[in-house]
């Protein structure tokens, strides 16, 4: 399984971003897929998730702010991010819950927010 996030970089307070991860090697369309961040010295934390039918949760911090879609066709996952914040500067990765048992994370792409 690999997993590709990409469309990080810096931005400015109340810019925007849109980060998407490609996943191979899974049956993409029967899966739900994760958008976790890790900020410098800190652990690891859930950001958004959607099914494999399409049904979205977020964390309180990103709700109103962040979306995340799908693209089956594609096997890409999007993280739509507006009003983006210095607190949301982070690596961020996607993920399945099984590869995530397995400690495969790729990459992550990075975003930074200045203020």
């Known amino acids: 399984v690999q997993l590709q996030a990409s469309g990080g970089g810096l931005v400015q307070a109340g810019g925007s971003l849109r980060l998407s991860c490609v996943i191979s090697g899974i049956s993409f369309s029967d899966t739900s897929i994760t958008w976790y961040r890790q900020a410098a010295g800190k652990q690891r934390e859930f950001v958004a998730g959607?099914?494999?039918?399409?049904?979205?949760r977020y964390t309180e911090a990103v709700k109103g702010r962040f979306t995340i879609s799908r693209d089956n066709a594609k096997n890409t996952v999007y993280l739509q991010m507006n009003n983006l914040q210095p607190e949301d500067t982070a690596v961020y990765y996607c993920n399945t819950f099984g590869e995530s048992l397995k400690n495969n994370w790729g990459q992550g792409t990075l975003v930074t927010v200045s203020s």
């Open positions: 959607i099914t494999s039918g399409g049904s979205a």
